[in-house]
C-alpha cells in the first residue's frame, strides 16, 4: 500500500517576521553544528496562545481585542519576554520576537527561555480607563500560562511601569497575596528595580561604547542618529548626550528632528512629556521623515522604533558607519547581507538590547529574594553582563570571520543546545 506522504501546513505564526527569524536561524545553524533534535526543537515555539479580549469601551459599547502570547523554549527555565500594545500585532509577530528572546537570554547567560505577547490594538486611540480594562482581561485570560516559575512578561512597545502594575494586581487578586515577581518592568513602590527604566538604553549604548573601543573610535566624537524616542530610543539618546557624542537627529512615530550642531535632548524630552510626542516640535532644528533620517550620514545609527526599518530597498543608501539595533528585527535579512558587503557592522539586537531582560533578571531574583539592590549595584552587575556578551561575541565574529549577528546566534544556540543535551530531554 502506497504510504500517505506527510504534507506541511502553514502554521499561523509563519508570517513574515518569523521567517526572517527563521532564516537567521538556519543561517546561524549551519555554523553551530547542533544535533538535529536540538533544531527541530528549536525551529518552533513551543506554546502558542490565542487570546480574545472582550472589553467594555468608555461608550458603553463592547469590543473583542485579539491577544496573544508565544513561548518559545523554556529549556533554560521560565519563559522571560514583552508585552506589546500595537496595531500590528499577531501571532507570528510574537513568536518571532519570542525566538529572539530566547537567543537574548542565553546569550547573557539568564537562567530563561524566550517568550512575547501583545494584544491588538492602537493604544494611542484608547483611554486610560479603557486601557485598564484591556491589561486586567488580558491578565485575568492569560493567568493559567504564566507565572514567576512559568512565563513572565515585561514591557515593550506602548505598555509600561503601569502596564505591569495593572498586571501584577490582576495576578495577585487571583491568588489572593502580592505577587511582585510575577512581572518584571513594575514601580519601584510594589518591587520593581532601580534602572530597569534605563536598563535597556543604556545597554544598548553600553555595547555601543565597547565597539567604538574595538574600532579604535573614541565615542564622543561620534555624530549619532537614533530612530524611536521611547523607553529604549529616548533613554539610548540621553546616554550618548550624557557621554559627549552628538545626536544629531531623532524621531518617533510622527517625524524626525535634525540639528547638525547636536540636539538638546533634555529640551526634547521636556517636550515629549507634555506633548506626548515630537509632533510640532521645530525650536531652531529641522523636521525630515524617518525615510530620511535613516539615509542621513552619521557615525552611529541606532534604531530603536520596532521591526523591518532598514531593508533590501534602503539599505544601499545608509550613511552610517555602525548600526546598533536597540529595536527587535529592525534589519531584514536582505538588509543584512547589503550592509555586510558594505562592511557596515550591525551591532545586533540580541545582544545590544539585552540590557532590559538582563535587569528584568535581577529585579525578579530581588523579588524572590525579598532583597533590593542599589543603582549602582545594578549598573555595575549589567555593565559586567554586557561587556561579557559583547566580548564573546566580538571574539567569535573574528574567529569565525562571521558577521555579529550570526556570531551571536551561535553563541546563544551553544548555550541552549548544551542545556538540552544535558537534560537528555530528548530520546
Ligand atoms: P516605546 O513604545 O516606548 O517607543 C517606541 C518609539 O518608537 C516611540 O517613540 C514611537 O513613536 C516610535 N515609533 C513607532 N513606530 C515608528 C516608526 N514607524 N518610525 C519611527 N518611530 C516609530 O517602545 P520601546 O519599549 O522603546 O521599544 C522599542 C523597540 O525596542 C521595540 O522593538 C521593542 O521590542 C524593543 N525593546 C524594548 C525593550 C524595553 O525594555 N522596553 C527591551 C528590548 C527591546
Given at each position: 500500500m502506497a504510504s500517505t506522504a506527510h504534507t506541511p501546513t502553514t502554521l499561523e505564526w509563519e508570517t513574515p517576521l518569523f521567517a526572517q527569524a527563521m532564516t537567521q536561524l538556519e543561517h546561524a545553524l549551519e555554523l553551530a553544528t547542533v544535533p538535529d533534535l536540538v533544531s527541530t526543537r528549536l525551529r518552533a515555539p513551543e506554546r502558542a496562545l490565542i487570546l480574545s479580549l472582550p472589553v467594555q469601551m468608555d461608550d458603553g459599547s463592547f469590543r473583542s481585542f485579539p491577544a496573544y502570547r508565544v513561548q518559545h523554549s523554556s529549556v533554560l527555565g521560565p519563559t522571560k519576554g514583552g508585552v506589546r500594545y500595537d496595531p500590528a500585532v499577531d501571532l507570528g509577530e510574537c513568536a518571532a520576537l519570542a525566538m529572539w528572546m530566547t537567543w537574548k537570554c542565553a546569550l547573557l547567560k539568564l537562567p530563561y527561555g524566550g517568550a512575547k505577547g501583545g494584544v491588538r490594538c492602537d493604544a494611542r486611540a484608547l483611554s486610560h480607563n479603557e486601557l485598564v480594562r484591556v491589561t486586567r482581561r488580558f491578565t485575568a485570560e492569560l493567568a493559567p500560562f504564566i507565572?514567576?516559575?512559568?512565563d513572565i512578561p515585561a514591557p515593550d512597545m506602548a505598555t509600561n511601569e503601569q502596564t505591569m502594575a495593572w498586571m501584577m494586581d490582576t495576578y495577585s487578586m487571583q491568588k489572593g497575596y502580592a505577587v511582585p515577581e510575577i512581572v518584571t518592568g513594575k514601580p519601584i513602590s510594589i518591587g520593581g528595580s532601580v534602572f530597569r527604566h534605563e536598563a535597556t538604553g543604556a545597554g544598548v549604548i553600553m555595547v555601543v561604547e565597547r565597539a567604538c573601543h574595538r574600532l579604535g573610535w573614541d565615542l564622543a566624537e561620534q555624530r549619532c542618529i537614533v530612530q524611536g524616542f521611547g523607553n529604549v530610543g529616548g533613554i539610548a539618546a540621553s546616554e550618548l548626550h550624557e557621554k559627549g557624542a552628538k545626536v544629531i537627529a531623532v524621531s518617533d512615530i510622527s517625524g524626525g528632528v535634525y540639528c547638525e550642531a547636536g540636539l538638546p535632548i533634555p529640551d526634547l524630552h521636556a517636550y515629549v512629556a507634555e506633548h506626548g510626542s515630537l509632533e510640532g516640535y521645530d525650536t531652531d532644528v529641522g523636521r525630515i521623515t524617518n525615510e530620511q533620517l535613516l539615509e542621513s550620514p552619521c557615525d552611529v545609527l541606532v534604531l530603536a522604533a520596532r521591526e523591518d526599518q532598514v531593508t533590501g530597498a534602503n539599505a544601499p543608501n545608509l550613511q552610517c558607519r555602525l548600526l546598533a539595533e536597540g529595536a527587535n528585527g529592525p534589519t531584514s535579512v536582505d538588509a543584512d547581507a547589503i550592509l555586510a558587503e558594505r562592511g557596515i557592522p550591525v551591532l545586533p539586537d540580541i545582544l545590544t538590547n539585552a540590557g532590559g531582560v538582563t535587569v528584568s533578571y535581577f529585579e525578579w531574583v530581588q523579588d524572590l529574594g525579598r532583597l533590593f539592590w542599589d543603582r549602582d549595584e545594578i549598573r555595575r552587575r549589567l555593565a559586567d553582563k554586557m561587556s561579557d556578551a559583547f566580548d564573546r561575541v566580538w571574539d567569535v565574529s573574528a574567529a569565525k570571520g562571521c558577521t555579529l549577528r550570526d556570531a551571536a546566534l551561535v553563541a546563544a544556540i551553544k548555550e541552549v543546545s548544551a542545556a538540552l543535551e544535558a537534560r537528555g530531554i530528548y530520546p
Open positions: 507565572g514567576p516559575q512559568l
